[in-house]
Every structure is written in structure tokens, then in C-alpha cells.
């Protein structure tokens, strides 16, 4: 009876969380898609405000009492909420108010310094601001860390229960599987599509209709256009997503909106009893990732996906689209092509370009690599892991917005992500069937079924790794990933 | 010196209540565009929330000190901004937090209970969820009033500095002289537009150059399309405003964005150095009201507005606004049929019908009216003003959202406003010259910057009756506006 009562507390004190999220979420989503230019700086200082009174309501000690009964709790949701909320309270308590301000500069400062740096390539500003940024960092890091190790406290900021003990090897066991495979594949996939134009409207309309298709729910969510395809929670029931949309080249409107759509259902399937609580939540961007990774790669580079389409997009880009078949949208996406930029990168190099900045980001943080000295090695990872040079500074160290805002501990959750999506590729053709026979014979209902059930349902019940294991039967490897590649790219296998 | 820091104090709990009111209006701009319907209860809670975080914020008791010190500032702003603070926090804290649940609830039941009575004329059911709200909302006048009058203190919350003492006579004289030209007026106007269909995107189109074309800032803000047109602030820079569009009948429109863009150029014109301070705002409804009223009805009911607009819409609809001429919009649009539905109504009717709100809701208050006995003192009161009997009851006492909502003391703002607006326009003509040639000659601007100076720029540094006079150099009075109107419909003036 007791318990109940400081529950009650305790959830009306995470209702609070959950609307301040949302709050900021619906003003971020604006400041994306409809927001005019004159409106940002107020904008700004909102985001500040509905912050500084999250920060505060976060830390209020009045939970103290209710939050430590709770998490002796038997009910496994409330127990895993207080857990969770017992995390978010250390972590803040930890850090100095005049750090989180300090780094607060700094980040706007490293931003605001890489975007006029990088395109004139100048790497000597581009480090001076970089550098006092790192420096707070490794302090945030240790205060973080409370003892700890602090590049562990940084990645536990984005994928908690996973340190870099747990990471490195299996990165390590990644680069050396792929890059054999990079050798034999690049070079692989069919020509481009024709260059169009691919009318915006029609893309957009054809976004709507796939966004529905497989399974997003659009009186609960809304599909937008950005520049940057995004997903965003504004509150139970009120999924955004949105895709980009590139006039010469509809592969790239799809392939966001699938990314996505992964992403979005992953928001739309979280138990709807437990969305007001901190354990309704994703466990880790690792494994909203591999919902993301799932639609894209292992739903939208199949054969099926493009036969399902196809027709779709006939009578969408009429005169455009005429004479193509599934296996020339296929072929024209999965073209594997080494380069320097990350985000531009296929399937097969993308987590090169990831492991590279784990290493370095990782040294950055011991200490072992001074800001410096990172530009160069960078090149030196780049030409090992991909056997490439960047064409300019740009291309190189400089070209992620990541650790010009002091984001360290971020890069490895895309990897996990690919890793974990494998791995439930893989767990889901056991248990509903082939992928490409599923999308043939049912559509993408099954799959989402399968999603839904091992992963959406169960939040933040537990953490990322236990919740991949649980839902495909094994501890994370690369194998499944490697397979995939092995079966989408090579040359052999161009019709599945 | 002592009171710099005071300022400082005061200015910085200011900024939070300013993002606290732009955060909200995002998420209620939002809900009126782009929110699914799944986001309804999501929404509701986090406006709840943050509308309980700005209570708390504003009866702080730390500012009690400094807001006592800079009431007494020389800087008149300063000074304006603390009388401001004050009035609010005493109104919050005389009201009782049981009753503003209550209220709450109350409210919640009442526009409930009359979406789904009124259209089915269940009048019965109606009465019986406004009776509590009413007793409700007396009492929340009462303590509000603190020994003064109850129903002057519900009008102070959107008309500060205006009583019941100062509305009634002016109500009684508008009565008195608009009756008389209702019975000759009736009838008056030429006949409507074609029936198109006048193209929506054209529509919005044509308000988009429309908005721009009076002086509507569109890097500071956005013209949207809702059901119902709203105009709404989201913080300095960012203010939004929508129109409707009815396919067989551009006017509709047309003058929504008049309106609109009257109240959403006010906010554009409120002094950007005082933004985030609460004199920084209009200081009362009905000098809002007069600014979209004068876009709407001084400028959007003239021959020359129409002249001006008139080839822009032959390009905009092709084969349906062919061989019209400015006079057949005009005439079309100034049309007077005396009619039960206040929202339908026609500018020279449209007082009195809020004279009659006004005057029952007075006697609800005071208690001289028992809400059984409304729906009859409605019937009433519309055959002595109008001399009609509304055909049904959803079309008599039952129609208006405001009392359901537990909403009195407002509607008088909007014959402030236009009464307000009138004088304006008169004052306007003698500085600037007749609006006919001025909108000939030199277009909008001249009108906009009148208005800039005389009524933007002054933010709430005084309350609205002294706006008004300083703007207009009198008292309000009947008069400007009885002569719009005989100017405006009178069948010999068809052609200014």
C-alpha cells in the first residue's frame, strides 16, 4: 500500500519528464520544418528554458525516498523506471553547473567554428576550437565516470550496459572480415537510375503511401520533408518522421523514409501504458538503430522490396520510371563504392569509417591522442581501413559535425546498430520465413510483428544487449552482418 | 545602481514566462496544423504541464522585492513591465488552486457537453453543464474582484483598465444608432461571386503575396491554412497566422488574412527591445481586435483595396475571376442580411449581437440572470436588438463557444475593437489622407506605419482607453464607426 502511494509520486514526477520531452520534441520538429528564419533565436532560448526546468525537476529531492523504494520494487516496469531514473539523477548530479555551462559554450563555439572551417578546409581553426572543447569533454567524462572509466561513462551516455571492452574486439573481428570483402565487391551494383527529374510531390506522395505500407501509423505520426531526415517522439501517439527528397535520385527519398520508418514504428510500437514512465522507453540508440538498419538494409536492398514497389512507382513517375524493373532499382542501390565521406558511404564500408573514430575518439578521451595530432591520424586510420586518402581536409577528419559539438561516445552505437539488425534479420527469417518470401506472400506485416514483439514491447525493461540477446537467441557477433553482405552484394547473388 | 541588479532579477524571470508562453503556443500552433489526431491527449497533458510550471514560476515569492522596487522605476517600461507582474500575480494567487481545478474541469465538461447538444438543439442538457461552470466562474470573479465588482474583474483579465461603467453607456448609444441603419441598410449589397471552383492552392497563394503586400514580414513568420484562422505569437521574431479556404469563395479567405495579418502585424510591430518583457505585449484584446479589424473592414471593404487586388486574382484563377471587376468583389463582399448567427454576420449587425452577449452575461454574473432562464432572455433580447427569431435553438443562446467554456467578460472586446479600430482609421485619414487614396497612390505602407508608431511601438506602456486616445486624440466614442458604416454601405457610396 505504501509502495503505491510513492509510485504514485514517482510517476506523476516521470509524466512531468515526458511532457518536457515532448515539449522540446514538437519545438525542434517546428524549428525543422516550419519554422521561419527570424524565429530562431527565440527558439534558442526556449529550448534553454524548458532545459534548465528539466534539469531542475529532474534533481528534485523529494524523489529521493520514493525513487530508492521503488526500485526495490517487484514490479518489473517500476523497478526498471527507478533504475533508470536513479542513472539520469547521478549522471546530472555529477557534473558541475558551470561545466554543463562551459561545455554548452564550447559546443556552440566548435559548431559554429566547423561550419565556416570545414568548407574552407582550414584544419588549424578547425583544431584550435576543437581542442578546449576535447579538454572539458575528458573532464565531463571523468566527473561522469565517478572512478569509472571515462570513455565508458561517454558511451554509456548512448548505449548504457555497453562499454568499450565489450565493443573493441568486436570491431576488431568486424574490420577484419570486411576488409577482404571490400577488396572483392567494390566496384559492385548496376548503373544509376535515369536522372529524371523525379517529380519532389510524387516522391513525397510515394513516401506517404511506403511509410503506411509497412506498418507506420499515420493518424499517430506524420511523415514530413526536411533537409536532414529526422524522427522525433512529440508524446505518445504523435510520431514525426521525415524524409528528404532529391529530384535526381528517388533512391534517396526511399531509403530515408525506410531509415526512418524504422525508427518511427520503432517510437509507435513502445508499450502505450508505460510511455509516461522512463522504462517506456528505447534502451539505447544502439537498438533504435538496428530498427532503422532493419527497414533500410534488410528490407529495402531485397529483391521483394523493389517487386512490391515497382509498379508504385510507374504510376508515380510516369515517362520516368517507364521499363524499370525490381532488379535495376536494386543493382542502381546497391552499388558498393569506397570514399572518403562517411555519410556517403555504402553498406559494405560505412563501419570502417565507424571504427575508425571509435579508435581515435577512445585515445582522445585516455589521453593517448592529442587534438593535434588527430587530423593526420585520421588519414593514417583512413589509409589502413579503407586503403584511401581523403581529396581534402574536409573529407577527412573534419567532415563529422560530431566532436565539433563535443559528441564523444556516440560513434559505435551505428555499428551496434548494423550489428543488431543482422542479428534480428537473421532471428526473424527463422522464425516468419526468408525475408523476400515474407515480403512476397504476406508484406512487411510479419516482420513488424516480430519487431514489435522482441523489441518495441519491452522498452527500457532491460538494456540493449540483454534485449538483443533475448530477441535473437545469442550474444551479439558479426556474423549475421557479414553474411548479409556476403548475400546482398555479391555479384553472384543478384537476383535472390 | 541597486536597482540595475533588480532589473536584472525581474527581466530574467520575465524571459522564462515569454519561453514558457512561445513554447506553448508552438505546441498549440502545432495541434491547429500538422498534429495527428493520435497526439490529442498527449498535447493536452503537456500544455497542462507547462502551464502549471508558468503558475508556479510566476508567483515565485523571491520576486516579491524587486518587482516592489521597480514598480517605482523612472524607466517607464521598467515600470510598465512590474505593474504587469503584480496585476497577474495577484490574480493568481486570489484564485484559489481548487477552484481553477474545478474551473478546469468545469470547462472541459461545458465544451464537451455543447459540441454535442447544440447540434442537437438539446437545450436542456446544455443548461444543466453551464449552471455549475457559471456559479463556477462567479466565484472566481468574486475573489478575483476582492471586494470590487465581479463582472469588471472577468472583463480586466482581457480588457484591463476598461469596466462595466465605461462599456454600457457606449453599448447603449451603438444600439440605439446602429438599429436605424439596420432597417435600412438590410438588403444592401450586389450579389455574390461565381461559384468557381476557386483553386485552393491559389487561394493560398494569392494570401501569401496578400500577407507580404501589407506589410506582413514572412522571414519573421508563417502563413498557414487551419479550419478555424488563428493568429498566435511563438516568441520574438515567429509569428504565425492562418487563413481558411472554401473552394466557392475566395472572399472567405481573402478577409480572414486581413484579420489575421492585422493581429500578427501587431505582433511583428511590438517593440523588439521588450519582447521578453511583459509590457512588451498588447495590453488588451480589444486593441488587438482593432488592428485586425482595421485591415479587414477600413482597408478590405474599400474599392481601392479591391482595384489593387483585382488583377492578381484575374492571373491567380484563370477562367473563373475573368471580367470581374473591383467593384463586383467589393459589392459582393458588403453585404448586409440580418441573420441569428453572430459568426455569419455582417459588420453592420455584428455589434449587435455582442451587445446582447455582453449584457446577459453581465446579469449572469451579478446573479441577476439564472442560466435556466437564458436561452429565453436570449430569444428576447435578439427580437429587441435584431428583430428576429433564430430559426432553431442551436442557433440562439446554444451557439457561441464561450459561455461553455466558462468564458465571460470577452466578448465586449470585440466591439471595442472595432470601435477602436474606426477611430483609428478616421485619425489615420487625417494624418496619412483619405485610405482610398492612399492605398492608390502609395499602397499599404502609410497605414502600416501609423499604426506602427501610434499603436505597435507603445507595447502595454499604457492600458488600452489611453492607447487609444493618444492614437486617435480622444475618448472612444460611437461616432467614427456609425460613419464607416453609412460610408461603407450606403447604396449611393457603391462607388468611393
Chains 1, 2 share one sequence.
Not at 325 to 349: C, I
Not at 465 to 490: K, Q
Amino acid at each position: 500500500m505504501e509502495q503505491a502511494r510513492e509510485w504514485q509520486l514517482v510517476a506523476d514526477w516521470m509524466g512531468v519528464l515526458s511532457d518536457l520531452d515532448g515539449a522540446a520534441a514538437v519545438l525542434e520538429w517546428d524549428r525543422e520544418t516550419d519554422m521561419p528564419e527570424g524565429g530562431a533565436a527565440a527558439r534558442g532560448t526556449q529550448l534553454s528554458t524548458l532545459a534548465a526546468l528539466r534539469h531542475r525537476h529532474l534533481l528534485d529531492p523529494a524523489l529521493d525516498e520514493p525513487l530508492s523504494a521503488i526500485a526495490e520494487s517487484s514490479d518489473p516496469w517500476q523497478a526498471a523506471s527507478a533504475r533508470i531514473a536513479l542513472r539520469d539523477r547521478a549522471r546530472a548530479s555529477r557534473v558541475p553547473e558551470d561545466l554543463v555551462r562551459a561545455l554548452a559554450e564550447a559546443s556552440s563555439r566548435g559548431v559554429a567554428t566547423w561550419s565556416r572551417a570545414r568548407p574552407a578546409d582550414d584544419v588549424a581553426t578547425w583544431v584550435e576550437a576543437i581542442t578546449p572543447l576535447i579538454a572539458l569533454t575528458r573532464q565531463q567524462a571523468t566527473a561522469l565516470a565517478d572512478g569509472g572509466d571515462p570513455y565508458d561513462a561517454l558511451l554509456d551516455l548512448y548505449e548504457p550496459g555497453t562499454t568499450y571492452a565489450m565493443v573493441a574486439p568486436l570491431f576488431d573481428a568486424l574490420a577484419a572480415r570486411v576488409r577482404p570483402l571490400v577488396e572483392t565487391l567494390d566496384g559492385a551494383g548496376g548503373p544509376s537510375l535515369p536522372a529524371g527529374p523525379w517529380d519532389d510531390a510524387a516522391q513525397m506522395s510515394v513516401a506517404r503511401s511506403l511509410a503506411a505500407d509497412i506498418g507506420f501509423d499515420l493518424s499517430a505520426g506524420v511523415v514530413g520533408r526536411t533537409a536532414h531526415p529526422v524522427t522525433m517522439s512529440l508524446g505518445p501517439g504523435d510520431t514525426r518522421l521525415s524524409t528528404r527528397v532529391d529530384s535526381a535520385d528517388p533512391l534517396s527519398c526511399i531509403m530515408a523514409l525506410l531509415h526512418e520508418g524504422g525508427h518511427a514504428m520503432y517510437d509507435q510500437g513502445l508499450p502505450p501504458e508505460h510511455r509516461r514512465t522512463l522504462a517506456g522507453d528505447a534502451p539505447s540508440l544502439g537498438a533504435h538503430e538496428s530498427q532503422s538498419r532493419f527497414w533500410e538494409n534488410h528490407v529495402g536492398r531485397t529483391l521483394a522490396f523493389w517487386e512490391r514497389l515497382g509498379p508504385e512507382l510507374a504510376t508515380a513517375f510516369p515517362g520516368v520510371a517507364d521499363g524499370l524493373g525490381a532488379d535495376d532499382y536494386r543493382r542502381a542501390l546497391n552499388r558498393v563504392r569506397t570514399q572518403a565521406v562517411r555519410v556517403e558511404s555504402d553498406e559494405v564500408t560505412y563501419d570502417l569509417h565507424i571504427i575508425l573514430r571509435t579508435r581515435l575518439e577512445r585515445r582522445l578521451i585516455t589521453g593517448d591522442l592529442a587534438p593535434a595530432d588527430l587530423p593526420a591520424a585520421f588519414g593514417d586510420g583512413m589509409r589502413e581501413l579503407l586503403g584511401i586518402v581523403p581529396d581534402r581536409p574536409a573529407n577527412g577528419a573534419m567532415q563529422d559535425i560530431h566532436w565539433s559539438a563535443g559528441i564523444i561516445g556516440y560513434f559505435p552505437t551505428y555499428t551496434l546498430g548494423n550489428l543488431y539488425a543482422a542479428a534480428l534479420a537473421d532471428a526473424a527469417a527463422d522464425r516468419v520465413g526468408p525475408i523476400d518470401d515474407v515480403l512476397r506472400e504476406e508484406g512487411p506485416a510479419p516482420l513488424l510483428a516480430f519487431l514489435r514483439e522482441g523489441i518495441h514491447s519491452r522498452g527500457s525493461l532491460v538494456e540493449a544487449p540483454e534485449l538483443m540477446r533475448d530477441a535473437t537467441g545469442g550474444d551479439i557477433s558479426v556474423e549475421p552482418f557479414i553474411a548479409h553482405l556476403e548475400r546482398t552484394y555479391s555479384p553472384t547473388s543478384s537476383v535472390s
